[in-house]
């Protein structure tokens, strides 16, 4: 039998970082990995496909309605070929699923694909595909396998016009009208990839606001933004009903007023989360808890009940990001070789990939408020730069948010161009507890679009430059 110091289940980016860090620190490190490919949801169906159609949209949409003013005439028709969009994601999922193959190699780690399965708290059988099984021997486990797509309790997924993300990265055809259950990050970001494709996309929301747990300047934004292409947004909408009749769809959901209200369309995507995925697993076998959420329990070292396994990533607490889980992966297999890391969680940013994107750290303005926390606020629109309208990506704003008294930066807010980019300045500048003056003193080179950030600080003592 083999054994191993650290064996980590599943190979997202949670656990393949987890099993570098593991083997950087000199541990015999296995991985399992139920699928055929590593990288998990965020290489295989998540992140970067959702990112490589997003781009190839986005060139469409720039071709179609913005070349010309930028005095580039294209003769003919621009034409979609949805196929060819979706070979070309699939190049990119399949190079970077293939590095991380290389990265396994590199750190010597081994693989096993097949279902990894708890036998007891020490050993773990892994189910390969061919039926066969073999069992391991694992001091330590980390429990790395992730999320699965939530849905509501009456709705029917039939993956191929009631679908998920994962066949809406996969479609054969453009919709005519994508009905968007959830106005969240998924719903949003495959919603504006379709709608730059030419299919009508309607948001069916049951919060009071798009993007409901960034703060709430954001939502306002992106929802004007997104209402000028034509996106339709319904919020306090409650879905009660969802059914399909041939190749058609209809939603019925109650609005605001309790009316209701009926919207027909070819694809209806439901994106309203995801869930923690413990199934085959055989927790049970091993003592390990979960929680009434189906998340794994752990503590603040990310150790579950049972002290030598561990659990990271979108299986336990927290947001559901990718580099959240990285960063969860480095911390657990420095744990396990006795070091004493830290994560600062406030200081995990988010981004939404629309465009403008939307990006995020530390407290909203809701979030100061509801604590009490006394704060100024500096707000810059991204027309008035000389950058965005070289570009012309004119929509938007930075907003900063920083502590009344002592002026530490408590929160940064965008919605613009490479604001999925800028947002790394926040953090840095949090992360070493900066004011909003010792950013609003640093020079930004000219014309960027980070100016936008000085200008944001400058503006916390209403002295904004060029607004
Ligand atoms: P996962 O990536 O889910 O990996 C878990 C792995 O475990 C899977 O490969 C699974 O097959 C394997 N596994 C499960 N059970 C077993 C078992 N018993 N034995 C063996 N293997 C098992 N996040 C971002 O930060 N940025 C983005 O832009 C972004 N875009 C996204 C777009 C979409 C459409 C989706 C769906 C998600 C996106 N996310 C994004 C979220 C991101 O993908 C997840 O937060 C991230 O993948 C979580 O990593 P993980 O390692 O915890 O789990
Ligand atoms: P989400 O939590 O971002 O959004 C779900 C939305 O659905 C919310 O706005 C919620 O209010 C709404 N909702 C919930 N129940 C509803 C109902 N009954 N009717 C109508 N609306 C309802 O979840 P998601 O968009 O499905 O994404 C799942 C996870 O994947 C997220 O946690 C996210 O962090 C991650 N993800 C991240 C990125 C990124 O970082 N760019 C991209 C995609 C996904």
């Known amino acids: 039998m083999k054994s191993f110091d650290v064996t980590v289940i599943g190979s997202g980016p949670g656990g393949y970082v987890a099993a570098i860090r593991c083997a950087q620190l000199g541990l015999k490190t296995g991985l399992i990995e139920k699928y055929s490919t590593l990288g998990g949801t965020c290489l295989n169906v998540g992140c970067i496909p959702s990112k490589a159609l997003l781009d190839s949209?986005?060139?469409?949409?720039?071709a179609v309605k913005h070349f010309e003013t930028h005095g580039i005439e294209i003769p003919g028709e621009v034409k979609v070929n949805?196929?060819?969009?979706?070979?070309?994601?699939d190049a990119v999922v399949s190079q970077t699923t293939g590095g991380i193959d290389f990265l396994m190699k590199k750190n010597k780690i081994e693989v096993f694909h097949g279902l990894g399965s708890f036998k007891d708290s020490e050993h773990i059988t892994v189910t390969k595909e061919d039926g066969s099984i073999e069992e391991i021997a694992s001091k330590n486990t980390i429990i790395a396998t992730g999320s699965k797509p939530s849905t509501l309790p009456f709705i029917q997924i039939d993956k191929e016009r009631i679908i998920t993300s994962t066949e809406a990265l996969k479609l054969k055809e453009i919709p005519k009208h994508l009905i968007v259950i959830g106005g969240g990050v998924i719903g949003l970001e495959l919603g504006q990839v379709y709608k730059r494709l030419g299919a009508e996309v309607t948001v069916v929301e049951y919060m009071d606001r798009i993007i409901p747990t960034m703060d709430a300047s954001l939502s306002k934004e992106l929802t004007k933004v997104l209402k000028k292409s034509k996106f339709k947004i319904n919020v306090s909408h409650k879905v009660k009903a969802v059914n399909r009749n041939a190749d058609e769809i209809s939603v019925l959901a109650d609005d605001k007023k309790g009316n209701e209200v009926e919207i027909k369309g070819d694809y209806c995507l439901v994106s309203v989360g995801r869930r923690p995925f413990t199934e085959g697993l055989n927790l049970e076998a091993a003592g390990v808890k979960i929680n009434d959420r189906g998340q794994v329990d752990v503590n603040d070292h990310l150790q579950t009940n049972v002290k030598n396994i561990y659990a990271i990533g979108d299986v336990v607490r927290g947001a559901m990001l990718a580099h959240k889980a990285e960063e969860e992966g480095t911390m657990a297999a420095e744990i396990i070789a006795g070091q004493k890391p830290h994560i600062d969680y406030n200081l995990i940013p988010g981004v939404v990939y629309t465009w403008p994107e939307v990006a995020s750290v530390g407290q909203t303005e809701e979030q100061l408020k509801e604590s009490g926390i006394k704060y100024k606020m500096g707000s810059f629109p991204m027309r008035a730069l000389g950058r965005s309208r070289a570009s012309m990506d004119i929509d938007g704003l930075i907003k900063v948010l920083a502590d009344e008294k002592t002026d530490e930066i408590l929160g940064v807010h965008m919605v613009g161009a490479r604001a999925a980019d800028m947002i790394a300045?926040?953090?840095?500048?949090?992360?070493?507890?900066a004011s909003s003056e010792d950013v609003a003193r640093m020079s930004h080179a000219h014309p960027t679009?980070?100016?936008?950030?000085?200008?944001?600080?400058?503006?916390?003592?209403?002295?904004a430059l060029h607004s």
């Open 425 to 433: 300045e926040a953090v840095v500048a949090m992360e070493f507890r």
């Open 82 to 89: 949805l196929e060819k969009m979706i070979a070309r994601k």
């Open 449 to 463: 679009f980070t100016e936008a950030i000085k200008e944001a600080c400058l503006a916390v003592e209403n002295r």
């Open 57 to 62: 949209s986005h060139h469409y949409e720039d």
